[in-house]
């Protein structure tokens, strides 16, 4: 009886220890810190024997791809590491007595490859990209203007292994979108809102073709305020239009050419919403906004008469000053619409609840390798009262907006006061790369960061480095026998 009660007892502390050690493993058993899953990029399959630090305790992820880290209360920043994957970063805040949940997408690791044969003996690379990834425009401005047909492209231009600013001239021209008056209105009403320009011709003065500007930092070359629509010259629906970038020398000779997208969309859901089947989106908008103002806007419109929405509510993407006291743009509309996104099925139904106004479920303005590894619109901007919230709280639309660094490591944080699509690459271990590309020019525009989901993105890693992804290899810029390093610290 003694030897049976034992071996019963041996049995239970087996059991116990069993599951103490499989609980301690497992996200249940953590009251306090971390956990998550990790998962393959491409394929969203788990990924077993993951390494996840932040420098003092190490765990490794199960067969489900679930790891687990208790963490008292604190700041941490995580690294984690998979074989066959590339290392990377992210920062968390734990909660006493919460659990914060950091999930991971992995992307394959590179290996050592060169650019294809072609690409070994160019002299001359470029680098191309449209500043936001997306730009709004509208298909009618008969009511009222909310922006106006605008577009931006950056390009710089490498003498491997230099940077080349002089000497060159940047040209662009858009093949398939060369007459936008065939498919926008806005010059029968520029003037109005303050923009007396030609037609086909931007608010900035830059026209569909050209010769691009030495850019303010002088280290490339910009197009600014492109008027493009998202329609060809035929008519198609062409929200990534692509436009062709040529470098020639003083005796114009061709050093190299590429071809970018432009994104631009005029697809704002307003009619998820607004007006029916007699009465124009547009006209609902301005007689609910007479209605809860007080203003005249549908019967100014009824006279001929149309008001730019930044006369009065300031704007920032326009550098407008607005009125003193009425609401910015960005916050009357985030304000006055965040309680509204359920009010109609068609609004309701639109994943994410972002489409609505911004481009949008067909375009997919959100595309890049974020959209890629699950996150939303909302990870990084907050919802709609977050969005007003920041906004009350004093944030400047457009000016002060999400950083890498809030996700990511120190790694890769943008320039001091600066937005990511604006800084400067500065913490490479290669210090003769420091302070001379931007991140967008690796990275590609805010909102289709490589690797895009978008096929039309792309284009200038498919033709020197022969790839989809970011510009990771070193060779791309410098001589075939550079040695591959990371180019973050």
Not at 293 to 313: F, R, W, Y
Not at 372 to 390: E, F, L, Q, R, Y
Request: glycine share 8%; charged share 15%; proline share 4%.
């Amino acid at each position: 009886m003694l030897k049976r009660k034992l071996s019963l007892l041996v049995i239970l502390i087996f059991a116990l220890t069993f599951v103490v050690g499989y609980t301690s493993f497992a996200s249940a058993a953590v009251t306090t810190g971390i956990s998550g899953t990790v998962k393959d990029i491409d394929t969203g399959a788990a990924i077993a024997g993951a390494t996840i630090t932040d420098g003092t305790t190490t765990v490794t992820t199960n067969a489900q791809g679930i790891y687990s880290l208790s963490k008292s209360a604190g700041s941490y920043t995580l690294k984690i590491s998979a074989s066959g994957y590339l290392t990377t970063w992210q920062t968390c805040t734990v909660t006493s007595g919460a659990v914060t949940t950091v999930n991971w997408s992995l992307t394959k690791a590179y290996g050592t490859q060169t650019p294809p044969a072609y690409a070994q003996n160019m002299r001359n690379i470029i680098f191309a990209w449209n500043d936001l990834g997306m730009h709004c425009d509208q298909d009618d401005y008969s009511y009222f203007c909310v922006l106006p047909p605008y577009n931006t492209l950056h390009v710089q231009v490498i003498n491997r292994p230099n940077l080349l600013t002089s000497g060159i001239t940047v040209s662009y021209n858009f093949p398939k979108k060369t007459n936008s008056t065939l498919h926008t209105n806005f010059w029968q009403y520029s003037a109005q809102y303050g923009w007396n320009v030609p037609t086909n011709t931007g608010i900035s003065g830059t026209q569909l073709a050209g010769t691009m500007k030495l850019d303010s930092n002088g280290k490339g070359f910009v197009a600014e305020g492109i008027p493009i629509t998202p329609y060809d010259d035929d008519g198609t629906w062409d929200p990534y239009g692509t436009a062709n970038i040529t470098v020639t020398d003083s005796n114009n000779n061709v050093l190299q050419t590429a071809s970018v997208v432009a994104p631009v969309s005029t697809e704002m859901n307003c009619n998820n919403c607004h007006g029916n089947a007699t009465v124009n989106p547009q006209l609902d908008i301005l007689q609910k906004h007479d209605s809860h103002n007080g203003t005249t806007l549908a019967a100014d419109q009824a006279q001929g008469k149309v008001h730019l929405c930044s006369e009065c509510h300031s704007d920032n993407a326009l550098g407008k000053p607005g009125v003193a006291g009425v609401e910015s743009l960005s916050l009357a509309m985030h304000n006055f619409h965040k309680d509204k996104m359920t009010y109609t099925p068609a609004a309701a139904n639109v994943t994410p609840s972002c489409y609505n106004c911004h481009p949008g479920t067909n375009t997919q303005c959100l595309r890049g390798i974020m959209e890629k590894a699950g996150k939303s619109c909302t990870d990084c901007h907050g919802d709609m009262n977050g969005m007003t919230t920041s906004l009350q709280n004093g944030r400047q639309a457009w000016l002060q907006e999400p950083k890498c660094v809030t996700c990511h490591d120190s790694k890769h944080t943008e320039n001091t006061n600066t937005l990511y699509r604006n800084s400067i690459m500065n913490n490479s271990l290669a210090s003769d790369m420091n302070g001379k590309f931007y991140c967008e020019a690796c990275h590609n525009s805010t909102h289709g960061e490589f690797v895009s989901a978008n096929s039309a993105d792309p284009t200038i890693p498919q033709k020197f480095q022969g790839d989809n992804y970011w510009i990771w290899n070193c060779k791309v810029c410098h001589q075939q026998n550079y040695t591959q390093r990371n180019f973050h610290n």
